[in-house]
């Protein structure tokens, strides 16, 4: 491109570090195909039977009063069959380059949109609620990758693009007029700064009478899980090196000063300062 009088630039070496970057500049971006078709009856199939789970034992109404209808929560921690999403190279990539190489698992929910009926989620928000401050990076990352296509009948997830880079949202008539709805194939994903902000749409389509999405919240490893994800999963995936990470296993909070200096002399033991330490325990 033709330039000049400009100092500095981003340079993008592969398809990561372009999604990345429009993260960073309109607070979303896009990535096609992370799932393959064959894969979307299987899930579709099973994030009904996890909400169905959840419904019997906790019932409906008690769901909808504390607005949590049609939110599969925890989905992971149900089927291990999720667990294989928080690793899919296309995503993987993206939020290794958007948060560094290091990041855990907030949250991951079902989102169960159907035709001709309301949904909390349909109303604004940015999924670290209540925190009204910006960082110089972003501090979290969601993933929604569609089970069912999202189209504007279907109740796409809409977002206002830069909205992400203020502290205080837009007007409503701001909003109204500068909203987009993120239409994506199923078997896509959305993935976008946590603080933008959005929401679902209303699912007025008479093909589409379900539209399902997974939507998983990853965030720098300081920050605290919405459910214990290590406590509820038991120890499972502990000893797969990328989901001991990203679970949060490795950083789960020590009980006492002691367990963490043990933690940290393992640590030591294992690195180049092991020649500093005898082979006697600290405690």
Same mark, same amino acid.
């Given at each position: 491109?033709?330039?000049?009088?400009?100092?500095? /630039?981003t340079?993008?070496?592969?398809?990561? *570090?372009?999604? &990345?970057?429009?993260?960073?500049?309109?607070?979303?971006?896009?990535?096609?195909?992370?799932? &393959?078709?064959?894969?979307?009856?299987?899930?579709?199939?099973?994030? @009904?039977m996890?909400?169905?789970?959840?419904?019997?034992?906790?019932?409906? *109404?008690?769901l909808?009063?504390?607005?949590?209808?049609?939110?599969?929560?925890?989905?992971?921690?149900?089927?291990?069959?999720?667990?294989?999403?928080?690793?899919?190279?296309?995503?993987?990539?993206?939020?290794?380059?958007?948060?560094?190489?290091?990041?855990? =698992?907030?949250?991951?929910?079902?989102?169960?949109?159907?035709?001709?009926?309301?949904?909390?989620?349909?109303? !604004?928000?940015?999924?670290?609620?209540?925190?009204?401050?910006?960082?110089?990076?972003?501090?979290?990352?969601?993933?929604?990758?569609?089970?069912?296509?999202?189209?504007?009948?279907?109740?796409?997830?809409?977002?206002?693009?830069?909205?992400?880079?203020?502290? /205080?949202?837009?007007?409503? *008539?701001?909003?109204?007029?500068?909203?987009?709805?993120?239409?994506v194939?199923?078997?896509? &994903?959305?993935?976008?700064d946590s603080?933008?902000?959005?929401? &679902?749409?209303?699912?007025?389509?008479? @093909?589409i =009478?379900?539209?399902?999405?997974?939507?998983?919240?990853?965030?720098?490893?300081?920050?605290?899980?919405?459910?214990?994800?290590?406590?509820?999963?038991?120890?499972?995936?502990?000893?797969?090196?990328h989901?001991?990470?990203?679970?949060?296993?490795?950083?789960?909070?020590f009980?006492?000063?002691?367990? !963490?200096? /043990?933690?940290?002399?393992?640590q030591?033991?294992?690195?180049?300062?092991?020649?500093?330490? @005898?082979?006697?325990?600290?405690?």
């Amino acid at each position: 491109m033709s330039k000049y009088g400009l100092l500095n /630039q981003t340079i993008c070496n592969n398809i990561a *570090e372009q999604k &990345a970057e429009e993260i960073v500049y309109k607070g979303f971006c896009i990535v096609d195909d992370v799932l &393959a078709s064959d894969q979307l009856d299987s899930l579709r199939t099973k994030l @009904d039977m996890v909400y169905q789970k959840q419904v019997d034992i906790l019932g409906e *109404e008690l769901l909808d009063t504390i607005r949590d209808g049609l939110v599969a929560r925890n989905v992971l921690c149900h089927d291990n069959t999720f667990v294989e999403l928080l690793s899919l190279p296309p995503i993987v990539d993206v939020l290794k380059k958007a948060l560094g190489e290091k990041y855990i =698992l907030i949250a991951q929910n079902g989102i169960i949109n159907k035709s001709k009926q309301d949904h909390y989620q349909r109303n !604004w928000h940015r999924d670290f609620a209540y925190q009204n401050y910006m960082c110089s990076e972003p501090l979290g990352i969601n993933v929604m990758i569609a089970l069912d296509d999202f189209t504007v009948e279907s109740g796409a997830t809409e977002v206002v693009p830069l909205s992400h880079k203020f502290v /205080q949202i837009p007007s409503e *008539e701001y909003i109204r007029k500068n909203s987009i709805s993120a239409c994506v194939k199923a078997g896509s &994903a959305i993935i976008f700064d946590s603080i933008l902000l959005h929401k &679902a749409g209303m699912n007025t389509s008479d @093909d589409i =009478l379900v539209r399902r999405g997974i939507n998983h919240i990853y965030g720098k490893p300081m920050m605290r899980q919405t459910i214990d994800i290590p406590k509820a999963l038991g120890g499972k995936f502990k000893e797969d090196p990328h989901l001991n990470t990203v679970l949060g296993y490795e950083f789960e909070s020590f009980s006492s000063d002691i367990e !963490w200096r /043990q933690f940290k002399y393992e640590q030591f033991k294992m690195n180049s300062f092991k020649h500093r330490l @005898d082979e006697k325990p600290l405690y």
